[in-house]
Structures are given as structure tokens and as C-alpha cells.
């Protein structure tokens, strides 16, 4: 069980947009800058957003990152098949030790 | 060119050990932030362990006690020894690098060595 909670999966179409939330709480997402990650299962995981809504160096502006209270949401414009993957949301949780978490994961399918 | 590259990973017995390395190449792993995340399979990421630039060590709750980070500078590596190991450790372990701008966020994973604990 995630502390942070993503759907399972969402899906579109080649060209439309998705979202995809992450949702936590005040001890985490609501009082902390969120990163997302894309996975290509047997690849190194891929930094798509970091403080909540920059994007790294290479990262096309397709990808976007925003956040409102304790949820978070990654957005993605003119889906490519390339996009298939899966994506997960992180933060800092300030009620842990140590605190790094993350969410289950959100399966991306390109129809 | 920052890669990072897993190794040590394997079929282990419960109870037994292993220690998985992460060799870094293009910075050094003095003086950075270096975290383990691993993936069950089907499951999603859990943050492992961390190691800070002077050398404090922390541990996520299920692997306190019984894993053990470390680095070693000479060999631009950082290490993780697993002690005790339990069927639940099965995953593929992951180090990636952990930076800081306003926010704690991980800007390179390595591939990830698969750990398989079973008898």
C-alpha cells in the first residue's frame, strides 16, 4: 500500500492529452515539491518533473507537472506510442523517518 | 555522460545475504546523495535507503537493521548489503542519484539488479 495513491492506469488516443493523478496528504505532497518518473519496465527510470512542475534538460514541454492542496497531476499533450510507460509521483513525507515516497505507479497505454 | 550501473543481484535463500554495488561514472559519489529504491514484482517504487554527503545513513522501515549502505570513494561506488533477507525483499533494486533544487527529486537511475529471495 502506497502512501501517495495513483490510478492503475489511464489511456488515450496517439495525439490527445492525459493526466495522471497522485494523490497524499499535508505530511507530504501538501508541504513538499513533487517529482514524477517515467518507467519503461527493464530500463533505468526516467526524471520527467522535479519541484513540482520544472522540466530537466531534454524533457519536451508535452510533459507538465502542477499541483493543488495535498494532489499533484502530471499532464501529457499529443500522446505519442513512444509514451507507453509506466509513471510515478514522489515527494518528501515529513511524518517518516526518512521520508522519501512514492506512489503505486500509473500504467500508460496509447491506443 | 552521469550513468549509473547495478550489480551483485541474484537468487538467494531466506536468511542469507547479498551486496549489491552501484558503480557511478561521470561525478564522483563523494559528497552526493545516494539512495537504493527497489520494485516488487507488480508492485510500485519503495525508497529504500540513503546515504547523505557525510555519510549518515537512514533506512525505509522493512529493511532497518538488517541492510547496511555505504560508499566507497576510491571505487566511485555505493554499496548495499542485505542481511537476513526475507521472500518480501524480492525486487529489482535500484541506486539512483538524489539532488536537491527547492525539492528532493532523483535525476539518474541506474537499470536496476533483480534480487530473488527464495528457497
Known amino acids: 500500500q502506497s502512501v501517495l495513491t495513483q490510478p492503475p492506469s489511464v489511456s488515450a488516443a496517439p495525439g490527445q492529452k492525459v493526466t495522471i493523478s497522485c494523490s497524499g496528504s499535508?505530511?507530504?505532497?501538501?508541504?513538499?515539491?513533487v517529482s514524477w518518473y517515467q518507467h519503461v519496465p527493464g530500463t533505468a527510470p526516467k526524471l520527467l518533473i522535479y519541484d513540482t512542475n520544472k522540466r530537466p534538460s531534454g524533457i519536451p514541454d508535452r510533459f507538465s507537472g502542477s499541483k493543488s492542496a495535498t494532489s499533484a497531476t502530471l499532464g501529457i499533450t499529443g500522446l505519442q506510442t513512444g509514451d507507453e510507460a509506466d509513471y510515478y509521483c514522489g515527494t518528501w513525507d515529513s511524518s517518516l523517518s526518512a521520508g522519501h515516497v512514492f506512489g503505486g505507479g500509473t500504467k500508460l497505454t496509447v491506443l | 555522460e552521469v550513468q549509473l550501473m547495478e550489480s551483485g543481484g541474484g537468487l538467494i535463500q531466506p536468511g542469507g545475504s547479498l551486496r549489491l554495488s552501484c558503480a557511478a561514472f561521470g561525478f564522483t559519489v563523494s559528497g552526493t546523495y545516494m539512495t537504493w529504491v527497489r520494485q516488487a514484482p507488480g508492485k510500485g517504487l519503495e525508497w529504500v535507503s540513503i546515504i547523505y554527503s557525510g555519510d549518515s545513513t537512514f533506512y525505509g522501515d522493512s529493511v532497518k537493521g538488517r541492510f547496511t549502505i555505504s560508499r566507497d570513494n576510491y571505487k566511485n561506488t555505493v554499496n548495499l548489503q542485505m542481511d537476513s533477507l526475507r521472500a518480501e525483499d524480492t525486487a529489482m533494486y535500484y541506486c539512483?542519484?538524489?539532488?536537491?533544487?527547492?525539492?528532493?527529486?532523483?535525476?539518474?537511475w541506474g537499470q536496476g539488479t533483480l534480487v530473488t529471495v527464495s528457497s
Open positions: 539512483a542519484r538524489q539532488v536537491y533544487s527547492s525539492g528532493y527529486y532523483y535525476d539518474y
Open positions: 499535508t505530511s507530504n505532497i501538501g508541504n513538499n515539491y
